[in-house]
């Protein structure tokens, strides 16, 4: 049976209601872009989350809270677009204050609900999540996935589609981006037969109206077409849920405007879960719809990633508690999903799953997107969107001299496992660690331009030294007070159970070594 968007959700819902108060590539054959004289490039956004939350003073339980999205350009990127930066903040601005406009509207009535049986309680919620459908130096899309819970039977949630003109900084509307609305409409019935034939429809709803209502959809513009989201009770029941069909520049190449269809060579676009993504995979010149989804570990049971094409699942057991998957297409026009999965201790792997025939496992390195925990009231945390497959930062956890946090660029592989050619990690400024010599130590002088070492210095006790980088297998890389970099090697001993430099545990040559665990 056909899965619908949101399974998971309306399940966990029911039981909810139980506890509830009684109250690209240009000219590709599988993306119908077009080439034009002017080139379009990936942008870098990074998206994030912060949060507010109210607790019982008693028992510390969470009484109600709210989740906010947050959608930047890239660090140190927003002189390049500055009217789409003022436009990403003036949103970021006013969704933060519609969702904490509702914790402060519904606290009362929530802890009144608490108080009333928390035995059976269920928090109050709202929470908006974004996703990058597409991110170049013509468009910029995002996609909002909103829940709202405030007791009874059921939550409600939405899709909503946010497109900019990424020089101007304006929001498009849908007559900026389509010829014709009754070819949009004519196009939008036809897949709605074709992906979503199971379910019953409205009989008064009309396609036509509900289109050429602009206000009455949410859309976003994709790298392969326009893509439209058709809310609960829009034109199915609440238990059908969102209708999602997009309509590609192959297939109804009459529809998008000419200059819209002008697309990198390669893209990432941010998945949301077990919801239909419709691409063409297979290069037929016809869309297919894809799934990528599964369930976390959970008391002991393994979780399970699971990619569905055309209703052909492919699912593989993985110990982990949490994920998030991201559409690769690449310039010689393969295509793969990116897995980046939660493991415990906050440990992230990415794992790369093959589209070209049916789904395979092509592999996974250790690290996930970077991720960066901003101080304040709020908890927010961002993290770089995956929208250039030729050049993305992973972050992972080191464990040379102590436990530090790092990254290397990396880009998609032939294979399309994430390959790099940075030999040492980039620590994040606030990781970095600073020792204190507890004896001499003779190290390489290192030039990390010409990685090649020039000569030798002896480091004496008493001195202090900046723990500048590793390449987490053999060497660790000391900055001196003088600036210049030396380079140490640091193996594990397993006869001895600890790291040494020259035979000696490297607790007795450095004061401020710090392991977590």
């Not at 970021?92 to 519904?106: G, P, R």
């Not at 996935?145 to 497109?163: D, R």
């Not at 390449?471 to 660790?476: H, P, T, V």
């Amino acid at each position: 049976m056909k899965r619908r968007i949101f399974a998971l959700i309306l399940s966990a819902l029911m039981i909810m209601s139980l506890a509830a108060c009684n109250k690209g590539e240009s000219g590709s054959p599988n993306t119908g872009n077009v080439k034009t004289d002017d080139e379009v490039n990936t942008i870098r956004l990074i998206t994030g989350m912060g949060s507010t939350l109210e607790r019982d003073k008693n028992t510390y339980d969470t009484i109600i809270s709210e989740s906010h999205p947050v959608v930047l350009l890239y660090y140190g990127d927003e002189n390049k677009y500055p009217k789409l930066n003022s436009a990403l903040e003036d949103y970021n601005k006013s969704e933060k204050e519609y969702l904490l406009n509702f914790l402060n509207e519904n606290k009362d009535y929530a802890t009144e609900c608490y108080l009333e049986g928390n035995e059976y309680f269920s928090p109050f919620e709202s929470s908006v999540t974004s996703y990058v459908r597409r991110a170049d130096t013509q468009v910029t899309s995002i996609l909002y996935f909103g829940y709202e819970y405030t007791g009874g039977v059921h939550g409600n949630y939405y899709y909503h589609g946010k497109n900019y003109d990424t020089k101007s900084g304006k929001e498009l509307v849908l007559s900026d981006v389509i010829n014709d609305k009754d070819k949009l409409a004519k196009a939008v019935s036809e897949q709605l037969d074709k992906h979503w034939s199971d379910i019953e429809f409205n009989e008064s709803f009309d396609i036509a109206e509900i289109i050429n209502d602009e206000t009455a959809i949410s859309w976003t513009l994709d790298y392969n077409g326009i893509t439209i989201y058709f809310m609960p009770y829009s034109i199915a029941s609440y238990a059908s849920g969102v209708q999602i069909v997009t309509i590609s520049n192959e297939e109804y190449p009459d529809v998008l405007k000419a200059e819209y269809k002008n697309t990198p060579s390669s893209y990432g676009i941010e998945l949301s879960s077990d919801t239909p993504f419709y691409y063409d995979v297979t290069g037929d010149g016809v869309i297919d719809e894809i799934f990528a989804g599964g369930y976390e570990s959970n008391e002991g049971d393994s979780g399970c990633i699971d990619i569905t094409v055309n209703g052909e699942s492919f699912e593989e057991e993985e110990w982990f508690y949490g994920y998030d998957a991201t559409f690769v297409h690449t310039a010689d026009g393969k295509n793969y999903i990116y897995y980046e999965i939660l493991r415990e201790n906050d440990y992230r792997e990415t794992v790369c799953y093959d589209l070209s025939y049916g789904v395979k496992k092509a592999g996974s390195v250790d690290g996930g997107l970077r991720r960066i925990y901003h101080e304040g009231g709020d908890f927010l945390t961002t993290q770089d969107a995956l929208t250039n497959p030729e050049g993305f930062y992973l972050k992972q956890t080191t464990q040379k001299l102590s436990t530090v946090s790092g990254y290397k660029e990396y880009r998609t592989g032939d294979d399309g496992i994430p390959v790099t050619d940075d030999t040492y990690f980039t620590f994040d400024e606030e990781s970095t660690f600073t020792f204190t010599l507890l004896q001499d130590l003779e190290a390489e002088v290192y030039d990390e331009k010409k990685n090649t070492v020039n000569g030798n210095k002896t480091l004496k006790a008493g001195d202090e030294v900046l723990y500048y980088s590793t390449d987490n297998e053999r060497f660790a890389l000391l900055k001196c007070s003088d600036g210049t970099i030396c380079r140490v090697e640091a193996v594990y001993d397993s006869d001895l159970g600890y790291i040494a430099i020259d035979g000696v545990n490297i607790e007795e040559i450095f004061d401020g070594i710090i392991f977590a665990g």
